[in-house]
């Protein structure tokens, strides 16, 4: 458009006229730094080009420089809506390298904070979803602030109980790094009603709202055949019809010990994926409230007393380890050489991997649905990039 | 006082209310807002907040103004003028009481539709005088709403003028005296359901605001303007937004007819105006914005049809009262 650059001008078949608009890196909606050059014929979108990498910040290498007693913390920042996670494939990876036991009750912990961690990420989402489609100066702003009201609850808790609101570092090699402080329980469990209440109150502000429902059913459908090709997870694939949740193919960390349902829409849009993350919300806090009730007593790490960073030496040996993180499969690839370093780590962003299905389901669609299909993979940037 | 003054003075009294209403009305939606998302709002400049919009203004107008390097400036530069003057212009027929206003034309509504009308050409002008994707993409979709929608809302607005039998506003306001038009019974309620849509889509205000759209379009049509320029297209949408209201309190609301003595009657009209801005409001607030699609088929297969059909079944009633029916 400006008269600096050299026109180009694309027609197609038709004769219309071709515009080619960036959205990002800097952009109102972009939820992090991801920039799509979009192609356009008049409202519609014809070509999607995805640009990654604004955030990336080595991760992988500096895992190499840092010690197992240090990195957790640092893993927080990878994706930093849903810390706790990254974290618990972290030490998971370790673990299994070193055959390292972790006591039940830091199992039950771990779960607990993760469940936790799936809520207030969730929260965020649909609250930045919402606010894409309707808003900051609208409806959408609406519900936002909603969600993050109840976010702070949970952040409040982890903050009594580790000490930082964003960032934690609670998980560690064998266990857990804190017990819960004295009350930490009753706190908990009457933020869980909370939140189920308030949880419920959303769905009656959006599921009857005929708007809501005109911008997501239908919108940006991912089939079946797509899901399991370009391998996305977690909640999106579960709104494809496809019934996988590591929680349950292949359960860590005591999993197996508690009662919750998987979630699985088959229609594929955007309205499927809010259903499956709206029961994840309620099945999530369920989780919680059995780690509650059944929290067994006993040490809260395997390896206590560990002053220094370099006590925890994990012996030469290499393993994969992978949650079921709000966003979907986290994974972390682990070489350890024997000392008290990795010798090389690797992650698998859910993000990532879930970002990739945007060039095969955004042409066609309208601007205005560029913005809602992309709230509705719930990427995070940091975990995109690392 | 002889006419000739009062026609020079009630503009210039009347141009400075709209400003100075217009200034709080944003202090009054931030704080309906504030409390809609459990909030507290404006709170600091001010006992409660209440030299927020001043403060905002005195920012606007210390603003750097920046002209893109590309942008055509004469129309660039011209737009926000072009905007403002006919959401200004619309106040000149509103009676505030009787025999308060500027002129009381005897085609008072009409000059508003006509007036109103004229406000996408600037609309336009901006969004292309930026020449920024962005900004063009947002003035393609005003001239796409603000011709959809315009429509939808002169119809509904004219079933009022039909139960009247006048297109002068003083005379719309006198024939709701005994029975406010909003409770005229089936016709009313659906006018004024019709009205009140087809006014927050002509207003392009959430969930009609796809002109603005700041999560695709950043700002839209006004993405590059900055300072006083912007404060203009900003003020000038809230004084359409203003002036829809008190056409809405005239048509439907009975506009100064309330109880007490008749110097209160400007006040019942405020507040009635108010309440009609509120409503548009508290819509805002409430839902999230539907795709350029969607609105254009609600208004050419919805709101259109529902609208002439109504305004032919209010000529029916009023035939038929007229030729002696109940």
Known sequence: MTTASPARLEVDYAGSERLTMNMGPQHPSAHGVFRAVLTLEGETVVGVDAVIGYLHRCHEKLAETLTYAQYPSIASKTDYVAAMTSEFAYVRAAETIGKIEVPKRAQYLRVMAAELQRVASHLLWLGTWCMDMGGALGGGATIFLYCIRERELILDLFESLVGARLLYGFYQVGGVRYDLPAGWTATCRETVDLIDRRIGEYESMLDDNPFFMARCQGVGVISRELAEDVGISGPLLRGSGVAWDLRRADPYSSYEDFQFLVPVESSGDCFARYGVRMVEFRESLKIVRQVLDGLPEGPVSSRPGLKSVAQTRIPKGEAYARIEGPRGEVGCYLTADGSAKPYRMKWRGASFSNLSVLPHIIPGHKVADVVAIMGSVDPVFGEVDR | ?326
């Open chain 2, 1 to 326: 006082m002889p006419e000739s003054l009062t026609l020079l003075i009630a503009p210039f009294v009347v141009l400075n209310a709209v400003i100075g209403i217009v200034t709080y009305v944003t202090l009054l939606e931030r704080k309906f807002a504030a409390r809609m998302q459990s909030r507290i709002g404006p709170y600091r400049v001010g006992p409660h907040g209440l030299l927020q919009p001043i403060a905002d203004a005195l920012k606007l107008m210390m603003k750097e103004d920046i002209v893109p390097a590309a942008a055509d400036r004469p129309v660039y530069n011209l737009a926000p003028i072009v905007f403002l003057l006919p959401c200004m212009f619309i106040f000149a027929t509103i009676p505030f009481a009787p025999g308060l206003g500027v002129a009381d034309l005897n085609i008072g509504i009409l000059f508003f539709f006509a007036i109103s009308g004229m406000e996408i050409v600037g609309l336009f002008m901006a969004g292309w005088g930026s020449n920024n994707k962005y900004a063009l993409l947002s003035a393609m979709r005003a001239v796409n709403q603000v011709i959809s929608y315009d429509l939808p809302f002169i119809f509904a607005a004219l079933t009022p003028v039909l139960l009247a039998g006048s297109l002068r506003l003083s005379d719309i306001a006198a024939a709701q005296d005994g029975l406010w038009f909003v409770f005229y019974p089936v016709i009313g309620q659906l006018a004024f359901i019709a009205f009140v849509l087809s006014t927050v889509a002509a207003e392009n205000r959430a969930p009609f605001d796809i002109l603005e759209a700041e999560s695709e379009l950043v700002a839209g049509f006004r993405v590059e303007y900055s300072g006083m320029k912007f404060a203009l297209i900003q003020l000038g949408e809230y004084a359409h937004i203003l002036g829809s209201s008190f056409l809405g309190a005239l048509l439907f609301l009975g506009a100064w007819s309330g109880p007490g003595p008749e110097w209160l009657g400007p006040g019942w009209f405020l507040l009635k105006a108010m309440f009609m801005f509120l409503l548009v409001t508290w819509i805002r607030w409430s839902f999230v914005r539907i795709r350029v699609d969607q609105i254009l088929a609600l208004s050419w297969k919805a709101l259109l049809p529902a609208t002439l059909l109504l305004l032919l079944a209010t000529a029916v009633v009023v035939v038929w009262r007229a030729n002696g029916g109940a």
